[in-house]
């Protein structure tokens, strides 16, 4: 009997053992489950370092979506070489013709068109002796979606510049009013060495130099600037601790009229 009973509870402290194992595992694997579960929603670690990246001017996205995207942008960033070498090749020849040669503009047109003009009348009256066919003139038209578009663009674009120079006249931003006034400043001295040609030169060729050279290194360009942000917030802060904190700022409110 001793020896049954010893045997019995021996298979009960098996059983027993069993199950204990048996839940543990089972707890282990819904633990890592829900691990897993709990890891896959989280964000990698990429995510987050690249959630940090300081990026110029807060930019958010490619440099690509930036520019527009679409044609333009594969202009400016070079994305066809042929098209983009042809875009600024054409503007370095009005600059030179305009800006060295010191060709005027209504001259200009008046030429190409008694140019284009003679050649098309004379290669028409002469078809018929030289029994060719007359050049084919396509008909050019305006299309009224497109005009409208534009409209409507430079109309947001106008609205816009309107309210932000009313805001800024208001007071309420000093930063705003102090940038604005520095970038008015810096186009009026480069207004007394060049004119408005030479001005849309150089904005042109900044545009199809500036951002494919960005893009190829835009990580070393934002490492820079990140640290000389950081070193003009430092100087800013105590400017504005000294001299610009205690200046009188406008009201905050607009004052309603009727």
Known sequence: MAEHEESVAESLLEKIT????????????SDGEKSSVVDSSAPSAAEVVKAKIYRLFGREKPVH?????GKPADVFLWRNKKVSAATLGGATAIWVLFELMEYHLLTFVCHSLILSLAIMFLWSNASTFINKSPPRIPE??????????????????INWAFAALRDIALGRDLKKFLSVIA???????????CNFLTLFYIAFVTLHTVPPLYEKYEDKVDAFAEKA?????????????KYLSK????????????
């Open 229 to 241: 942000q950081t070193e003009f917030k430092k100087h800013y802060s105590v400017i504005h601790a």
């Open 140 to 157: 050019v038209s305006i299309p009224e979606d497109m005009a409208v578009n534009i409209a409507l663009s430079l109309r947001y674009e």
């Open 18 to 29: 069993e199950k204990f194992h048996g839940g543990d595992s089972s707890s282990s694997d």
């Open 183 to 193: 970038g008015l400043w810096v186009f009026s001295i480069i207004g007394n060495f």
């Open 65 to 69: 979506k930036v520019l527009g995207g």
């Open 247 to 258: 200046i009188p700022k406008g009201p905050l409110k607009d004052k309603k009229f009727q």
